[in-house]
Antibody
C-alpha cells in the first residue's frame, strides 16, 4: 500500500534552515509529481510547492519562493523540502502528498492529491 | 492567483441530513477542482477530483458538481464520521494550486 512518511521537523530559530524528507513506498515514485502542503496551527491548508516526476519542473507559492527548494531523489524514493531563512509564519505541519494525474490527453495534468503523509511539525521560534 | 472561496465557513447539521458546501473560484477553472475531508490531527483525504469524480473507496453519499466558477460538494445522508472540515482546491492555474479556506461541519 502507498505510504508517505515525513521527517525532519522540529523547533528552529528564525533565520535558520531545516530540511524535510518524505520517504515514499508502495508505488512507482519516479512516475508521479509530488507536492508539499502546510497547515499553520488552527488554520487551513496552504499549498507550498510541487515537483514533476523527473524533477525537471518545480513551482512554489509566493510565500516561500526564493527561500524553499523542493527536490527529489528517485533512486531513494524520497522527496525533500529545503527551507532557508525561516520565519515565524512558516510554523506549520508540513505534509507531502502524491499527485493524481490525468494523462489521457498525452500530457499529464495534476487533478488532485490522492495520498498524504502524516505530517511533520515545524516550529520557528526564538 | 486564483482565489477560492468556500461557504459557509462553518455550520451545524444532524446525522441523516443532506448538506451542501459551495466553492467559488475567482475565475473560470473548468472542472479542475478537488474536494478533501480533514479530521482533527489527521492528514486530508481526497474525496472528489475533476469536480465530480468520486475517489476510489469514498462512500457514494458524497457527490460533487459544477464547472467554471461555481462548485458544490453534497453529502446526501450525513453519518457521524462525516463531521470534519472540508476543503476545495483548484488545479486549473498554477502556481499556486489554491485551497479554499475550509468549511467546518459540526454536529447540531
Amino acid at each position: 500500500q502507498v505510504q508517505l512518511v515525513e521527517s525532519g521537523g522540529g523547533v528552529v530559530q528564525p533565520g535558520r534552515s531545516l530540511r524535510l524528507s518524505c520517504a515514499a513506498s508502495g508505488f512507482t515514485f519516479s512516475s508521479y509529481g509530488m507536492h508539499w502542503v502546510r497547515q499553520a496551527p488552527g488554520k487551513g491548508l496552504e499549498w507550498v510547492a510541487v515537483i514533476s516526476y523527473d524533477g525537471s519542473n518545480k513551482y512554489y507559492a509566493d510565500s516561500v519562493k526564493g527561500r524553499f527548494t523542493i527536490s527529489r531523489d528517485n533512486s531513494k524514493n524520497t522527496l525533500y523540502l529545503q527551507m532557508n531563512s525561516l520565519r515565524a509564519e512558516d510554523t506549520a505541519v508540513y505534509y507531502c502528498a502524491k499527485e493524481l494525474a490525468d494523462c489521457s490527453g498525452g500530457s499529464c495534468y495534476s487533478i488532485g492529491l490522492d495520498y498524504w503523509g502524516q505530517g511533520t511539525l515545524v516550529t520557528v521560534s526564538s | 492567483a486564483i482565489r477560492m472561496t468556500q461557504s459557509p465557513s462553518s455550520f451545524s447539521a444532524s446525522t441523516g441530513d443532506r448538506v451542501t458546501i459551495t466553492c467559488r473560484a475567482s475565475q473560470g477553472i473548468s472542472s479542475y477542482l478537488a474536494w478533501y475531508q480533514q479530521k482533527p490531527g489527521k492528514a486530508p483525504k481526497l474525496l472528489i477530483y475533476a469536480a465530480s469524480t468520486l475517489q476510489s473507496g469514498v462512500p457514494s453519499r458524497f457527490s460533487g458538481s459544477g464547472s467554471g466558477t461555481d462548485f458544490t460538494l453534497t453529502i446526501s445522508c450525513l453519518q457521524s464520521e462525516d463531521f470534519a472540515t472540508y476543503y476545495c482546491q483548484q488545479y486549473y492555474s498554477y502556481p499556486p494550486y489554491t485551497f479554499g479556506q475550509g468549511t467546518k461541519l459540526e454536529i447540531k
